[in-house]
């Protein structure tokens, strides 16, 4: 079992930057790939970013290139999302998850994904 437990969401301006923090429980941190996901009102959960159970590669989606940037520390069973010039449109839900990998790779498909946190809010005013 994984615990997930999201931090750092709140109400920035466009253009500012918030970073998110996904603490996760147990002792296999290093065994799982993990990746960000996000909901907006009335919108299906989309991809935002991804990891290897290493940290060694990632990948985010288009919408997100060049503002956000992925990363884990497996010596702290953390993960997080630093986002930077936000705009209104990434206003929304963000939930991180957690996938047991046997191999170094990725997944940007949320039916992968085996637990998930309870989501932190990200408000972006105009």
């Known amino acids: 079992q994984v615990q997930l437990v999201e931090s750092g969401g709140g109400l920035v301006q466009a253009g500012g930057s918030l970073r998110l923090s996904c603490a996760a429980s147990g002792r296999t941190f290093s065994t799982t790939a993990m990746a960000w996901f996000r909901q907006a009102p009335g919108k299906e959960r989309e991809f935002v970013a991804a990891i290897n159970r290493s940290g060694s590669i990632r990948t985010n989606a288009d919408s997100v290139k060049g503002r956000f940037t992925i990363s884990r520390d497996n010596a702290k069973n953390t993960v997080y999302l630093q986002m930077n010039s936000l705009k209104p449109e990434d206003t929304a839900v963000y939930y991180c998850?957690?996938?047991?990998?046997?191999?170094?790779?990725?997944?940007?498909?949320?039916?992968?994904?085996?637990?998930w946190g309870q989501g932190t809010q990200v408000t972006v005013s105009s």
């Open positions: 998850a957690a996938k047991w990998a046997s191999g170094s790779y990725y997944y940007t498909d949320d039916r992968e994904y085996d637990y």
